[in-house]
């Protein structure tokens, strides 16, 4: 990191420092290399539980668990074991049993356990492995949703046994209670390290968010893809992660035994505005691999309780082909503005409303050219063409032994290249030549997910309607009417064959396709690629100073529960090093901004610098 040292910059460093960590930044620094504990962390683990709302949780649920208070007080409170694994997290020591027990007996001082509220004891790393353990089962089974053997591997019978008892009314209940909890406990935890940034950051913040998965391996084998059977993992519920499809393992060698983590990361108010606040997790959610269906909804729901109205989320096709009950009509209702992507095979007409069409996710006039709307399909095309050409290319010039293309099929390849590149720029001309059929927005969409649009001029259309419009705007529903025997399934939603033409056949729902900004257009391209925002986010967690979550030596608590508050720490110990990361970015801005740029000394055309010249002074004659 560059070294802050004019006055301006450090004091706005210094500020920013104690005000969230309660220390300067030399302590700051200081503490993260010594193997004591440093002041930065403990402060700001405290801070986190007490601020998150965590306290009153546990209190609660561990009251409703409890027949009465009798009996002696915990030697390691809820509250410190939350702490702890905090602490341990920031670290980057990881928060297995084993070093959370170090951190107590060797790390902690007399006045670390009176801070905590631990009960000081006379204790090596063995007697507070078991008290670790003990309180972190005992935390865990306040909001366990799948409270399954963890110690023994099940047979074939005992999983069914299993099975059966999950599926039981009152198990169900307990299940779907404790879920609620679990997120709720998490994501409380990664809501304060987001309300630990500045007020006046958070405050140019306007809300948008890009959502994507990652896998997250767990210890032990793989457990069977079938759904009976004997298990090989001691988590008997544990999925396979595979790295193609919708990633849910489905028997493969290469499949792992995992889960995934699902985060929201902060994304610019707009493209290429990268300085204004960091990039920080703000919600997440743990899953099977694959089993994410209806995770980005319910996450823009939490995040827009953080206090945002109106934002914009940028997700994959993983998300967006869900049905839209679970992904798009949610979105809707909570005003969210979507920006993904397609599969090639749905490009071009994709819905019908009255005289208009759907294509490529924006409404356009339903007498726009054919040539017109088939350009994205015939794009997609190419590109594909061109993708597979340029491999042909590649396995001649690479050759592996096998046997590889023919000089014929490589001269193939370049003309088709060459044919696809000379007829690009048409391609693009085809795209931009829809605006003048392209429906206006007028504002955005209500509470209920309507849209209302204005026609666009007819003057400007090089193709005119026969028909002109007798109205001057529209207003589109999120989901197509349906009549009764259409809701009764007598009846297809889709207009009769003999009504249908070219550009009216599609799918059935808007909703499931339509989105704000202009598909391909510079615009989309742009917010689109802000994705890479939560993918970057995804990788950082891997590495070790931001919790390293694919290292399963870091953490030992088995089961999906365990696992879940494991990385909801991470998660809070990464965000809260980007927080100060971004602080010192931010003086570093300040003073290369306040510090005079020397004149770049003049060189010859070899490259040696030129003598310098003596000023003349005014008095001085010349000659």
């Not at 017109?372 to 690479?398: G, N, R």
Request: charged residues 25%; hydrophobic residues 35%; positive net charge.
């Amino acid at each position: 990191m560059t070294r802050i040292s004019h006055p301006d910059a450090l004091a706005h460093l210094e500020d920013r420092m104690v005000a969230t960590f309660g220390v300067g930044h030399r302590e700051y620094d200081a503490g993260t290399a010594m193997h004591p504990v440093p002041k930065a962390h403990l402060n700001t683990a405290i801070r986190i539980a007490e601020t998150s709302g965590i306290l009153r949780m546990l209190g609660a649920w561990d009251s409703e668990r409890r027949k009465s208070n009798a009996g002696k007080k915990a030697i390691i409170p809820l509250s410190a074991l939350v702490v702890l694994y905090l602490l341990n997290a920031q670290m980057g020591i990881g928060v297995s049993y084993k070093e959370l027990a170090r951190t107590l007996a060797y790390r902690f001082s007399h006045e670390h356990f009176v801070t905590l509220g631990v009960r000081v004891t006379e204790g090596d790393p063995h007697h507070w492995y078991k008290r670790i353990s003990d309180t972190t089962y005992r935390l865990i089974s306040l909001m366990n949703p799948t409270p399954t053997p963890l110690r023994k591997i099940l047979n074939a019978e005992q999983f069914a046994m299993l099975l059966r008892s999950m599926a039981a009314p009152e198990a169900m209940a307990l299940q779907h209670r404790n879920q609620e909890r679990l997120d709720d406990f998490c994501n409380a935890l990664v809501h304060a390290s987001y309300r630990a940034l500045p007020l006046d950051l958070r405050e140019k913040y306007k809300g948008n968010i890009a959502i994507d998965a990652t896998m997250v391996p767990i210890r032990g084998p793989r457990n069977s893809a079938s759904k009976e059977g004997s298990r090989s993992n001691p988590n008997p519920l544990a999925g396979r992660y595979r790295r193609d499809g919708s990633h849910g393992g489905i028997g493969a060698a290469t499949d792992v035994a995992a889960y995934e983590l699902e985060t929201s990361a902060m994304i610019w108010n707009s493209p290429g505005e990268n300085a204004a606040f960091p990039s920080l997790v703000t919600e997440i959610g743990c899953h099977a691999p694959g089993k994410l269906v209806g995770y980005a909804a319910a996450m823009s729901a939490r995040h827009k309780n953080l206090g945002f109205d109106r934002f914009v989320l940028a997700v994959d096709r993983a998300y967006n082909y869900e049905k839209i009950e679970n992904f798009h009509v949610p979105l809707a209702k909570l005003g969210v503005d979507a920006v993904f992507d397609y599969q090639a095979n749905d490009l071009g007409v994709q819905s019908h409303y009255a005289d208009l069409i759907l294509v490529d996710g924006n409404w356009y006039v339903g007498w726009m050219p054919e040539q017109l709307i088939s350009a994205s399909s015939e794009s997609a095309k190419a590109d594909e063409a061109m993708e597979k050409a340029k491999s042909v290319i590649y396995q001649f010039d690479h050759p592996s032994g096998r046997n590889g293309p023919t000089s014929e099929q490589v001269a193939d390849a370049k003309k088709t290249i060459a044919d696809i590149s000379a007829g690009e720029p048409t391609l693009k001309q085809r795209l931009a030549f829809r605006e003048p059929y392209r429906m206006i927005p007028k504002g955005r969409r209500d509470a209920d997910g309507y849209q209302r649009f204005s026609y666009p001029p007819i003057s400007q259309m090089m193709v005119r309607p026969k028909n002109p419009p007798q109205v001057t705007s529209i207003t589109i529903p999120p989901v197509l009417p349906e009549t009764e025997s259409i809701a009764a399934g007598t009846a297809s939603a889709r207009k009769p064959k003999t009504d249908q033409s070219k550009n009216t056949r599609g799918k059935s729902q808007p909703l499931k396709f339509a989105q704000h900004l202009r598909y391909k257009s510079e615009k989309w391209t742009a917010w689109f690629a802000m994705r890479n925002l939560v993918e970057s986010s995804n990788n950082i967690l891997k590495t070790p100073e931001h919790g390293d979550i694919e290292n399963v030596r870091k953490r030992s608590g088995r089961g999906y529960a365990a696992t879940y508050f494991a990385l909801a720490v991470a998660v809070v110990a990464s965000n809260m090093r980007r927080i100060a990361t971004f602080f010192h970015s931010e003086a570093e801005r300040i003073q290369r901004a306040a510090s005079p740029t020397r004149a770049r000394r003049r060189r010859d055309e070899r490259g040696t610098p030129l003598a310098k010249t003596r000023p003349t002074a005014a008095s001085e004659p010349l000659g």
